[in-house]
Every structure is written in structure tokens, then in C-alpha cells.
């Protein structure tokens, strides 16, 4: 369940804000694992990881690590973004549904790559110089 690590040389354009409760999923994503918050109750997994299980609403919620494949689901390529990203203009982004049943929206990754919904996908660790990020590349 080790995800690639892909050096980044510059920092992250817009950092997530890490608090005590995500600070585990910034950690294992720094250590190439993907992990997601499981209901003790339900068993339903959420993305992103939330203090409270949105299926039942119970505070007994774990975290797990999960394998990253998946299937891109959709996708666009951003022209004209917002001036924080105007460095990384044109820019693919996708809505990958993972195997275990999770949808996440995330950058898409890879020079050349013909991006297509159906495509299958894996999440990748961006490692930037200010820490992690995610994103889908073609499997």
C-alpha cells in the first residue's frame, strides 16, 4: 500500500490547512500512505477524513490505510485558474473513484498522458518542499 513519492521543487502553491485531527493523513502521506476514516460502526470509509461518520454520525471513526487504485472518472484541463496556480497553467484535474469505493477530486499527474474517462489511475505522494500533496497518475 506504498504509494510512489514524487519530488516537487518548489512549495505547495496553496497549503492545506493541517489541524490535530488530519495531522495523521498529512504524516502518512509524507510516508506514501493514502488513508481514509472508517466507521466502527458502519464500516463506511470517507474521504476526506472527518471526526464524525457521515453515513451514521457516530464519533467512532478510524483511520485506514487503503490502496490507491482507481478509476478516473472525470477530468478537465484548467486554462484559466486562479492567479495563485497561473504558474502551472494549463493544468489537468479529475475526479478519481478509487477501488474501495471512495470518489476524490485531485491534480492529475504526467507529462503526455492521454487522459480519458475510464482511464485506470493510482494516487501518487507529491512531495513538495513544504510537504505533501496528492494526485492521480495513469496506472
Not at 10 to 26: G, I, K, L, Q, S
Not at 37 to 54: D, L, V
Not at 97 to 119: I, K, M, Q, S, T
Amino acid at each position: 500500500m506504498t504509494m510512489k513519492i514524487i519530488s516537487v521543487g518548489h512549495e505547495r502553491r496553496y497549503p492545506p490547512r493541517v489541524t490535530a485531527f488530519t495531522e495523521p493523513f498529512w504524516t502518512g502521506l509524507s510516508n506514501g500512505s493514502f488513508q481514509v476514516t472508517r466507521c466502527a460502526k458502519c464500516s463506511m470509509a470517507s474521504f476526506p477524513p472527518k471526526p464524525i461518520c457521515p453515513h451514521c454520525w457516530t464519533e467512532d471513526v478510524r483511520w485506514e490505510a487503503i490502496e490507491t487504485a482507481g478509476t478516473l472518472y472525470s477530468w478537465t484541463r484548467v486554462h484559466a485558474g486562479p492567479a495563485i496556480f497561473e504558474d502551472d497553467l494549463p493544468y489537468p484535474v479529475g475526479i478519481v473513484d478509487l477501488d474501495l469505493g471512495v470518489r476524490l477530486a485531485c491534480p492529475l499527474h504526467g507529462e503526455a498522458v492521454n487522459w480519458a474517462c475510464g482511464l485506470r489511475t493510482e494516487l501518487v505522494t507529491l512531495a513538495f518542499a513544504d510537504g505533501p500533496f496528492f494526485a492521480a497518475t495513469a496506472a
